[in-house]
């Protein structure tokens, strides 16, 4: 198996993609940030001190999704032409899910990932004070579509 981030010496490069097409591309990543029960009860009622902690979260994914090449040295720069990240609350946890959509010449799974991680980091952050046991977990892509490698769901999602 060929890595297509490798030159034939084993270094590093990024890929060229000026050759490709701009296609629609789409791609969902999840998370989610485990919490106390007493902290889900302060988050179902609005009483966190640092104030509203799934508006932050939905804020910060946003944000994190356009700054993906920012972070990741061989990530291209695209456009990110639609990004909704979804904060909610279950049970014993904070569920995260980010959707984003382009119209360029490589995917967006890397921008819905990050997406989903700083918005699971900023969670944490508003809540560390009040809760040391939370716990990002279960971050990743559930789904793509478009480009090359056509549409892909993760089995079990």
Not at 13 to 29: L, S, W
Not at 64 to 85: F, N
Not at 133 to 138: E, H, L, M
Not at 140 to 152: F, L, P
Request: aromatic residues 0%; hydrophobic residues 45%.
């Amino acid at each position: 198996m060929t890595l297509p981030h490798q030159r034939p010496d084993g270094t590093v490069h990024m890929v060229d993609v000026t050759a490709k097409t701009p296609t629609r591309r789409e791609a969902t990543a999840v998370g989610a940030v485990t919490c106390a029960p007493a902290t889900m009860a302060a988050l179902s009622q609005g009483r966190v001190p640092k104030g509203d902690v799934l508006a932050l979260a939905r804020i910060a994914g946003i944000q994190a999704a356009k700054r993906t090449p920012d972070l990741l040295p061989l990530a291209h720069v695209i456009g990110v032409h639609g990004c909704d990240v979804e904060v909610t609350l279950a049970e014993d946890r904070v569920l995260l899910r980010a959707t984003v959509r382009t119209a360029d010449r490589t995917g967006v799974e890397m921008e819905a990932l990050t997406a989903v991680t700083v918005a699971a980091l900023n969670v944490v952050d508003m809540l560390k004070g009040i809760d040391r046991t939370v716990a990002i977990r279960d971050c990743m892509i559930v789904a793509k579509s478009g480009g090359r490698s056509g549409d892909w769901t993760r089995p079990g999602t």
